[in-house]
């Protein structure tokens, strides 16, 4: 047999040996959230997907939207929530740090476990880059002023205590850039924005297998206050839903793109909601706005990061046994090559 073929078999083996998580099966049947428990006339509250089950015509979700490449968003995170009724739901995030997961509130709100996963386009099949259960609560941070009722400061952290350098050394995780103080003033209305997530994909409220985005233009919020009314404030964005392609179930937490420069892509909105009716009929998607979390951002990630260094001893989790093995794994791969290359 040829070097070569050695050499394919060996990096194979190496990929799905060592290197990558499974997403356990418990959750490739997840639902988006739902939010009986509120009863408003205009939109469903606390998760997108948060729409009555009258959908048109849904088609893979993110509605209306295109099946990601597998190194298209290596910043979108894919959340799973169990609640106390052992219920399991998905919502979206964005690596902003290298140790923080930004998402909306109403995915951390109110639930009983939470599991991230990092380099997935196929929720099913994956397997993922990294993951880690969040298990201590002060690692979970949402905004102190969210209101659930009325969706207002709709932004969330996630502090990921097990992810290490070696987990962005296969390019399947990398940061995503926020705004700066000097782009609170760009005026965003008019801009293609992209968004990506697991959204449903049928009426029945099922996520997406694969990885989904869009792109829409951003409007102004006097447009979508046409169909929000009062929900609508100063400090949410909106994305034009015409031609049924919107964010939709599931998409809740996903992060809001756009070029500001050439070259430089920035997350400007979270996924925080729309319209109950449906995410296909041409409504507006809503967005919490970044720019005005700047400060609320960097107060809780310098803390926990300062905090984390100090007080966070190495543990012996998942996430980090399998950072462990792929380092040491690499050790062996790299003796084996050596011995092909000498005696084939």
Excluded at 28 to 54: C, H, T, W
Excluded at 56 to 85: C, S, T, W
Excluded at 131 to 153: A, E, R
Aim: with cysteine.
């Amino acid at each position: 047999m040829s070097r070569k073929f050695f050499f394919i078999i060996l990096v194979t083996f190496f990929k799905i040996c060592f290197c990558y998580v499974e997403i356990p099966s418990q959750f490739r049947d997840a639902k988006s959230p739902m939010a009986s428990e509120f009863n408003l006339d205009i939109i469903q509250m606390n998760f997108p997907g948060l729409y009555d089950d009258v959908f048109a015509g849904i088609e893979g979700r993110i509605a209306g939207g295109v099946a990601a490449d597998a190194r298209q968003f290596p910043y979108q995170g894919l959340m799973y929530m169990v609640d106390n009724k052992n219920a399991t739901f998905i919502c979206g995030g964005s690596l902003i740090t290298h140790s923080f997961l930004l998402t909306a509130a109403h995915c951390l709100y109110q639930f009983e476990e939470i599991s991230v996963f990092l380099g997935v386009t196929n929720r099913v099949s994956g397997p993922a880059a990294f993951s880690q259960d969040i298990t201590d609560k002060s690692h979970i941070i949402m905004h102190n002023l969210y209101n659930p009722t009325g969706h207002v400061n709709d932004i969330g952290l996630i502090y990921l205590s097990t992810l290490t350098a070696e987990h962005f050394d296969n390019k399947r995780i990398s940061l995503i850039t926020l705004p700066t103080r000097n782009d609170i003033d760009v005026n965003l209305v008019g801009m293609e924005a992209t968004v990506a997530g697991f959204g449903s994909t049928s009426d029945t409220n099922k996520a997406s297998e694969i990885l989904r985005y869009v792109t829409m233009p951003i409007i102004k919020n006097s447009m979508c206050k046409m169909t929000f009314g009062t929900f609508i404030k100063a400090t949410n964005l909106c994305m034009s839903g015409q031609g049924g392609r919107s964010v939709c179930s599931g998409d809740s937490g996903s992060p809001l793109t756009v070029e500001l420069l050439p070259g430089k892509i920035v997350q400007v909105g979270i996924v925080s909601f729309g319209h109950k009716h449906g995410c296909t009929l041409g409504h507006p998607g809503v967005f919490t706005r970044v720019t005005s979390y700047l400060d609320w951002i960097e107060g809780h990630v310098g803390k926990m990061t300062i905090e984390g260094a100090i007080n966070n001893s190495p543990n012996t989790t998942d996430s980090n046994k399998n950072s462990a093995k792929c380092v040491h794994s690499l050790n062996i791969f790299s003796i084996l090559l050596l011995i092909i290359f000498k005696f084939f």
